[in-house]
């Protein structure tokens, strides 16, 4: 069997090398396409490290532009590289634009498309990456959905056949690698465990309004009078708090740069919670067991806040949120149990 997986952003990237392994355990051939949405060649972080990430058999190479210039460039290449490999199956990860260009080419081919990650469901539907979502599982012949809810989505628009709870690949990832999470920002700055509030800041919605940003940082500093509160900030954030003159919200902070992934998770097993808008940390402050607040409207992994183990908040009631005394039992089992690659590889080779 031939899959061809088509990736275009790092943790599409981080997800098709997990698997990758288990397709070279089974013999199945995999060809690799990078659409070049999002890719440095000379990344050397942890994953490409650990994972033995390969190059690309193709690079696309359609770089930046808007939605329908991206989109357009990547079905256009796509499709001279689907005529030329024959693929029995194409493989497509999460929701950006790559995601829906491949799907969309493969589809029109009459190429079974499988899509991992599949199901999952966010407000506002206007936002681009849940166009993506929602178009891609219309047009799959197989899906591979993170957790029950997902299933439950797909249900309720019509999809039954074919989909499967298989679990999150990430979570496969992250018990592979804890093992080898790092402390060493934890004893640098003296910390306690279960005893500090671990934050990220970056999504544009939050730190690009100087209202918005003001009340989230003074909910934060309202918090360090309590716990203390690591925050390593990220660039774009760092530049807003400058360019408003927001400084003086982040003194009693505990403000570091950017820390590596090892790191990050190390700060993560050992803090009381976690406050963030990144969309990955949600779920693996959740694989440590560790409660997030999460500063959206509404997030992708809705069954975390239905489980009631996260939260959402926003910039009016942040801090309440954070100091909520909260009491829920652990959900386990929410993303599956970390064979999320066997069984995606085992129904490829069933299909």
Known sequence: MKVLSLVGARPQIIKEAVLHRRFKEKEIKEVLVH???????NMSD????????????YNLNVGSGTHAEMTG?????FEKVLLKEKPDLVLVYGDTNTTLAGALVAAKLKIPVAHVEAGIRQKPKDM????NRVVTDHVSQILFCPS??????????GITEEVYFVGDVMYDLFLEMEDRFRYDVFEELNLKENDYLLVTLHRDFNVDDPVKLEKILSHLKKVSREKRVVF???????????????ERLLEGLEVIDPV???NLMGLVKRCWKVVTDSGGLQKEAYFARKQAVVV???TGWRELVEAGWNRLADEENLFDVVMKDDKTNYPKNLYGNGDACEKITEIILQS
Do not use: C, W
């Open 35 to 41: 659409s070049g949405q999002h890719y440095d060649y």
């Open 46 to 57: 942890v994953f490409f490290e650990v994972l033995q990430i390969r190059k690309p058999d």
């Open 73 to 77: 460039k990547i079905m256009i290449e």
């Open 128 to 131: 681009p990456e849940e166009i």
């Open 148 to 157: 029950e809810l997902a299933v439950e989505n797909l249900r309720k628009e």
């Open 232 to 246: 390593p900030i990220h660039p774009r954030t760092k530049r807003r708090v400058r360019e408003f003159g927001l």
């Open 260 to 262: 590596d992934y090892l």
């Open 296 to 298: 959206m409207l509404d």
